[in-house]
Nanobody, 121 residues
Framework: QVMPVESGGDSVQAGGSLRLSCDAS?????MGWGRQAPGKEREVVAS????????WIADSVKGRFIISYDSATDTMYLQMNDLKPEDTATYYC?????????????????WGRGTMVSVST
């Protein structure tokens, strides 16, 4: 396992969409996406356990963000729709997590360097 690498961050207007990608080669058993806005703590917004077909989405982005994983390329995605200014943050890919209580992924071993998402009104 090497440090994950994110891509896809950009500046968009509110209501727009972006798709983030993460090279998650070698990650097991679960992985996720976190974000950190200026002056705020980092929060995990989505996680996925590909081998069990399970995923989790934070309430703050539910209905707008979709997490997915392509096993053929070991790439994790975060599709972000209907973006809002409050989604502005640096988004991080996290890998080698532990699946907690059968519901979400936590205790990640590796974090990427992040990709910036900026949403303007």
């Amino acid at each position: 396992q090497v440090m994950p690498v994110e891509s896809g961050g950009d500046s968009v207007q509110a209501g727009g969409s972006l798709r983030l990608s993460c090279d998650a080669s070698g990650s097991t058993p679960c992985m996720g996406w976190g974000r950190q806005a200026p002056g705020k703590e980092r929060e995990v917004v989505a996680s996925i356990y590909p081998a069990r077909g399970k995923s989790w989405i934070a309430d703050s982005v539910k209905g707008r963000f979709i997490i997915s994983y392509d096993s053929a390329t070991d790439t994790m995605y975060l599709q972000m729709n209907d973006l809002k200014p409050e989604d502005t943050a640096t988004y991080y890919c996290a890998t080698n997590g532990a699946w907690i209580a059968g519901a979400w992924c936590d205790h990640y071993e590796y974090w990427g360097r992040g990709t910036m998402v900026s949403v303007s009104t």
